[in-house]
């Protein structure tokens, strides 16, 4: 017989074997990969009516970017409700997907979305190098590995797809995108592309012959990687042998309509960034912006009769562009066209204050904010907002994929997920 006293302890040390194991494992898991809790908040930044020069400060505060409480379905505002929330009375949103159309001003919109990520350690879906998630539409096969569940920004060169993009996307994100009036956007596209040495056409007047008769260039050509029709339908995932399909246009538009949140319209750039700021409830300073990527060159004016032929060759471009610059001019009475100038004007007056700030500084501005591991992190001074603000797409994506790495502890990605 086993003694009654030995009997008691051995089954009390059971019973606590069995409750405190998975106790342990239970509590020690989300330590482990969970480190990322506190994140930057920015609160308050300096209105442009306050000129005691203080500089947007930061604070550190606890903010988890995992999914939040949200219902399953995801916001498709209706333009017509005034839904746009008031940024003192909302929490700042933190995943965002961005499908970076070619030639439309994307880079800048781009630049405003890798400071507010880098600067809050939030997950980038992430090129293997460059600013290119693939040639074709989306697929995560292309895109760097990271231990995360989902991601919480998408902001890098692919073709649209909402079933493959929402698949490693939060549920609540929002969906944006931008367009730009198709005339500058194709001729800009075309010249930007060398679609001239494409089809062996003489420089300064490849565009025109290109007009001349575009369906012959198009049908030797056809197969090479960018479209040199309806380009932004193209970006935006319609398939190729529908860019000249008016009925798959028009229900590629309709669908478009009900994935995006807020399509953008490069010409009303500062309106479009104020919807989207009231949209994901960030400060002014989150959306401040210097012109990226843009030459000169590349936005001449274009006379009117090539316009003319440009827009017959991408009426489905033209068809796309105009649906939404309705879209974002009814959403922009919704908001109230008074409360819009001023917010426009808020807008400027910020980005006028981080021009004088970062004028004549960039290289000072450059060597304090060398990449190293003992970086705390605490937000941007003023000498790295004009550092962020002026970095192009490739060396800020590379900057950015490097922290992304250290944060898990990665050296080399795999090369599959
Ligand atoms: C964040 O929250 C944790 C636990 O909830 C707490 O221990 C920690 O002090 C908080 N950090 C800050 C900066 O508030
Ligand atoms: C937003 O909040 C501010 C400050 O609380 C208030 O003055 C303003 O009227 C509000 N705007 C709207 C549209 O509710
Ligand atoms: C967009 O639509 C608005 C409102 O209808 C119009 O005033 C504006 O000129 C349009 N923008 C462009 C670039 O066509
Ligand atoms: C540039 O930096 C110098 C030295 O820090 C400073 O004195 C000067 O005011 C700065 N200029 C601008 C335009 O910020």
């Not at 399953?72 to 970076?100: A, D, G, Q, W």
């Not at 070619?102 to 992430?126: A, I, M, P």
Request: aromatic residues 12%; hydrophobic residues 35%.
């Amino acid at each position: 017989m086993i003694p009654r006293a030995q009997l008691v302890l051995f089954l009390f040390a059971t019973l606590s074997l069995l409750l405190f194991v998975p106790l342990l494992y239970w509590t020690g898991k989300p330590n482990m990969s969970y480190q990322r809790k506190i994140k930057m908040k920015e609160i308050k930044g300096t209105h442009p009516g306050n000129s005691n020069g203080a500089v947007t400060r930061f604070e550190l505060v606890n903010v988890s970017h995992h999914e939040s409480p949200r219902s399953s379905k995801r916001i498709i505002p209706s333009p017509s409700s005034n839904k746009e929330s008031n940024s003192s009375h909302c929490s700042p949103k933190t995943n965002i997907v961005f499908l970076k159309t070619h030639k439309c001003g994307s880079s800048t919109l781009q630049n405003v979305l890798l400071r507010y990520g880098e600067r809050r350690n939030l997950d980038f879906v992430l090129p293997e190098k460059a600013n290119y998630l693939g040639l074709s539409v989306f697929h995560r096969g292309n895109m760097m590995y990271y231990p995360v569940k989902k991601y919480n920004i998408l902001c890098h060169h692919t073709r649209f797809s909402y079933k493959e993009i929402s698949a490693v996307m939060f549920k609540d994100s929002l969906y944006i995108t931008i367009l730009r009036d198709p005339v500058t956007q194709f001729s800009s596209f075309f010249n930007y592309f060398q679609r001239g040495k494409l089809y062996r056409l003489p420089g300064d007047k490849a565009l025109k012959i290109f007009l001349g008769k575009p369906n012959y260039y198009y049908g030797i050509h056809s197969g090479k990687r960018f479209q040199t029709k309806n380009p932004m339908l193209y970006d935006l995932g319609l398939r190729e042998k529908h860019l000249g399909d008016s009925a798959r246009i028009e229900e590629k538009i309709q669908q478009l309509e009900t994935e995006f949140d807020l399509i953008l319209i490069l010409e009303h750039f500062d309106e479009s960034l104020v919807l989207l700021r009231h949209l994901m409830c960030w400060d002014v300073d989150d959306v401040v912006y210097f012109v990226l990527n843009s030459r000169k060159s590349s936005v001449k004016t274009v006379a009117r009769e090539p316009a003319e032929k440009i827009r017959r060759w991408n009426a489905g471009d033209l068809r796309l562009y105009q649906t939404f610059n309705r879209t974002l001019w009814r959403r922009v009475e919704a908001f109230g066209r008074r409360r819009m100038r001023h917010e426009v004007g808020e807008l400027r007056a910020r980005i006028r204050h981080f021009v004088d700030r970062c004028a004549g500084n960039r290289t000072e501005a450059r060597s304090k904010t060398k990449l190293g591991a003992s970086d705390s992190r605490l937000g941007f001074s003023e000498g790295e907002m004009c550092d962020r603000m002026t970095r192009r797409g490739i060396p800020y994506t590379n900057y950015i994929r490097t922290y992304q790495d250290s944060r898990y502890g990665m050296g080399k990605p795999p090369n599959k997920p």
